[in-house]
């Protein structure tokens, strides 16, 4: 299975960014799905996550309301909307799968990485 992160880039406080993850390798409603974030020299967080089997999302408190995940089925792809953004959302944002039906917050549930796409947000 591998995952391709996209659409990081350099914004303002207060815009927007979407995220998409392609997954390839196996059948998209397979694959459960998450996205996590890293700044250098603190560990990888939970961002959010979606199930593949009924997209339920669950999302970490730092963006909650803010930031909402979504899956399109007939493209391989998940998102990642990002409104309201925050300084503090500055970080390497990765793309994961699972063969697990829902998401989980922590990596070791996730088997399956993609390269991280850099966000940055000025303010």
């Known amino acids: 299975v591998q995952l391709q992160a996209s659409g990081g880039g350099l914004v303002q406080a207060g815009e927007s960014l979407r995220l ?3 997954v ?13 974030r890293q700044v ?36 391989n792809t998940m998102y990642l909307q990002m409104n309201s953004l925050k300084p503090e959302d500055t970080a390497v944002y990765y793309c994961a799968g699972t063969s697990g039906s829902y998401y989980n917050s922590r990596q070791t549930y996730y088997a399956y990485w993609g390269r991280g796409t850099q966000v940055t947000v000025s303010s």
Do not use: H, L
């Open 20 to 22: 998409s993850c392609v």
């Open 40 to 75: 250098p020299g603190k560990e990888r967080e939970f961002v959010g996550g979606i199930s593949r089997v009924n997209s339920a999302t669950g999302y970490a408190d730092s963006v909650k309301g803010r930031f909402t995940i979504s899956r399109d089925n007939a493209k």
């Open 24 to 36: 390839s390798g196996r059948t998209f409603s397979d694959v459960g799905t998450a996205w996590f």
